[in-house]
T-cell receptor
């Protein structure tokens, strides 16, 4: 069965440009998570949704970042305007539902480079 | 707030030797604890989890971990290392609170297997 699908796998863009990362969670999963991974800060939770509703966005770094989940099968993470310090690997993960007893399934990530 | 500390950012063991990766946690409530593995250019994959019950937890690929409340530890072990075990390993903790799905990850331990 298909896992969590992220696109693009790699993105290189210039500072100031808008960046949109996309995620398709596993069918039937009710919760979706966006993470950022860097050497300096490790793996950070940015935001998570349950049943398409944002539950906790306290990890979103600043107003330049926004995330949406218009339906159960699609989510986006947008950075506008992008800055070099946003360069990182961004992961999307999904799980079956409320309660951490359900494991999170990760996509392969989007490697973002802001020049 | 919960946290995890992984001792040793890099661990090297010989093929066939014991693997021991250390994780200590801090949590104000009985925690849920997890180990995830990340292979190059991939997302994280759940190895094993402790929620309640038996304190010795077995996972995939021959790994196991023991929850020791008195030591606030959840170390990961494997009796005999295999070349395919080379990867980065993350310990994670979550509050045992209904509706809370947030995981806090450690900084990771990169495991190298020496032929």
């Amino acid at each position: 069965d298909a896992g969590v699908i992220q696109s693009p796998r790699h993105e290189v863009t210039e500072m100031g440009q808008e960046v949109t990362l996309r995620c398709k969670p596993i069918s039937g999963h009710n919760s979706l998570f966006w993470y950022r991974q860097t050497m300096m800060r490790g793996l950070e939770l940015l935001i998570y949704f349950n049943n398409n509703v944002p539950i906790d966005d306290s990890g979103m770094p600043e107003d330049r970042f926004s995330a949406k989940m218009p339906n159960a099968s699609f989510s986006t993470l947008k950075i506008q305007p992008s800055e070099p310090r946003d360069s990182a690997v961004y992961f999307c993960a999904s799980s079956l539902g409320r309660g951490v007893n359900q494991p999170q399934h990760f996509g392969d990530g989007t490697r973002l480079s802001i020049l | 707030a919960q946290s995890v500390t992984q001792l040793g950012s890099h661990v090297s063991v010989s093929e066939g030797a014991l693997v021991l990766l250390r994780c200590n946690y801090s949590s104000s409530v009985p925690p849920y604890l997890f180990w995830y593995v990340q292979y190059p250019n991939q997302g994280l994959q759940l190895l094993l989890k402790y929620t309640t019950g038996a304190t010795l937890v077995k996972g995939i690929n021959g790994f196991e971990a023991e929850f020791k409340k008195s030591e606030t530890s959840f170390h990961l072990t494997k009796p005999s290392a295999h070349m395919s075990d080379a990867a980065e390993y993350f310990c994670a903790v979550s509050d045992n609170i209904i509706g809370n799905e947030k995981l806090t990850f450690g900084t990771g331990t990169r495991l190298t297997i020496i032929p």
